[in-house]
């Protein structure tokens, strides 16, 4: 079974999983947009190592222990949980061939992440999902292993 088909079944009728009220949605709304910015990534680069818009705090140095930890490799699905614009799940993806699926309550974080997707090659074996870690739209037991960084929830 190819990534994208096993992708396509792990999926479930998860209906409108919004933000819960817990959620900051136009803060992060608003930070997705500006992200991009080059005073932003300029700034990201130099504290975390990264240009992916993160909002967080990993650093590449983090992700690569957290790669090597988890072991990834082609054929395996990861699931970056509260993905945001797609840091470290992409970068994980990219460094380790495995194929990740970035969730976000969010829409904005999702355009963005996909969009990095894209751009990095990773069309194939990336998807962006609107959700959140309380009803994550996944059939249980469709992935390998699902990450979360700087996810309060």
């Known amino acids: 079974m190819t990534d994208l088909h096993r992708w ?14 817990a959620d900051d949605t136009e803060r992060f709304r608003e930070r997705y947009a500006i992200s991009g910015a080059a005073a932003l990534l300029a700034a990201e680069t130099a504290a975390l ?28 699905v990861l699931v970056d949980v509260g993905a945001g614009c797609g840091w470290p799940g992409l970068y994980l993806a990219d460094q380790h061939g495995c194929a990740v699926i970035s969730v976000d309550p969010v829409v904005e974080g999702c355009f963005v992440a996909r969009r990095r997707a894209l751009t990095d090659g990773l069309a194939e074996r990336a998807w962006t999902l609107r959700g959140n870690a309380i009803a994550l739209p996944l059939r249980s037991g469709s992935v390998d292993v699902v990450v979360q960084s700087d996810l309060l929830c």
């Open 8 to 21: 396509r079944s792990s999926l479930r009728d998860a209906g409108d999983v919004g933000a819960s009220a």
């Open 49 to 76: 190592g990264s240009d992916y818009q993160a909002n967080g705090y990993t650093t590449v140095a983090q992700a690569d222990e957290l790669g090597r930890v988890l072991e990834l490799g082609p054929g395996q």
